[in-house]
T-cell receptor, first 116, second 111 residues
Framework: GAVVSQHPSWVICKSGTSVKIECRSLDFQATTMFWYRQFPKQSLMLMATSNEGSKATYEQGVEKDKFLINHASLTLSTLTVTSAHPEDSSFYIC????????????FGPGTRLTVT | RKEVEQDPGPFNVPEGATVAFNCTYSNSASQSFFWYRQDCRKEPKLLMSVYSSGNEDGRFTAQLNRASQYISLLIRDSKLSDSATYLCVVNHRQAGTALIFGKGTTLSVSS
């Protein structure tokens, strides 16, 4: 149980375009989903916390107009990187918290974004 | 000062060795503690939670010292498949339900 999927697993796009990444909890309902970014040899950095049906809470330094998050249902959250630039190239990972548990989170397999 | 600090390594050990990783956290209000494992280009996977009394799961033993704000992970009888990056992770009320990750310690086990 507790499987989280992400789509796509990798994407290459041109500078200036937008990219949407989906995160789904497959066998549980997730009231809260988290979006992380990881640069090479760096730790996972939390970008935003997404609660179903409400606006996401962004971490300091993360532009909410650039990284659009939508959490329309208990099993789906999306992250859209708008007007992507090469410095946005990174590994984006989502996680979901099962409403029945405390702090344990289940991670998606990640999406590797390369902006050329 | 980073919230969660780890020695990045790498730790290079032969099969069968015992290896220990340490981690310190800065927020004394931290409530939950975990070790995650991350393989190259993959998502983190929960290895084990860490409890105040210390806990063991097979070859893995985790310890927590709240007074020193220190967490450790001991791996006995290392296997080749243990090669990965080990992430020290904490949570505290101010972070809500978000997890705070250390940079990770890289372990390489060789035959």
């Amino acid at each position: 149980g507790a499987v989280v999927s992400q789509h796509p697993s990798w994407v290459i796009c041109k500078s200036g375009t937008s990219v949407k990444i989906e995160c789904r909890s497959l066998d549980f309902q997730a009231t809260t989903m988290f979006w992380y970014r990881q640069f090479p040899k760096q730790s996972l950095m939390l970008m935003a916390t997404s609660n179903e049906g409400s606006k996401a809470t962004y971490e300091q330094g993360v532009e909410k107009d650039k990284f659009l998050i939508n959490h329309a249902s208990l099993t789906l959250s999306t992250l859209t990187v708008t007007s992507a630039h090469p410095e946005d190239s990174s590994f984006y990972i989502c996680s979901a918290r099962d409403r029945a548990e405390t702090y344990e989170q289940y991670f998606g397999p990640g999406t590797r974004l390369t902006v050329t | 000062r980073k919230e969660v600090e780890q020695d990045p390594g790498p730790f290079n050990v032969p099969e069968g060795a015992t290896v220990a990783f340490n981690c310190t956290y800065s927020n004394s209000a931290s409530q939950s503690f975990f070790w995650y494992r991350q393989d190259c280009r993959k998502e983190p996977k929960l290895l084990m939670s860490v409890y105040s009394s210390g806990n063991e799961d097979g070859r893995f033993t985790a310890q927590l010292n709240r007074a020193s704000q220190y967490i450790s992970l001991l791996i006995r009888d290392s296997k080749l498949s243990d090669s990965a990056t080990y992430l020290c992770v904490v949570n505290h009320r101010q972070a809500g339900t978000a997890l705070i990750f250390g940079k990770g310690t890289t372990l390489s086990v060789s035959s």
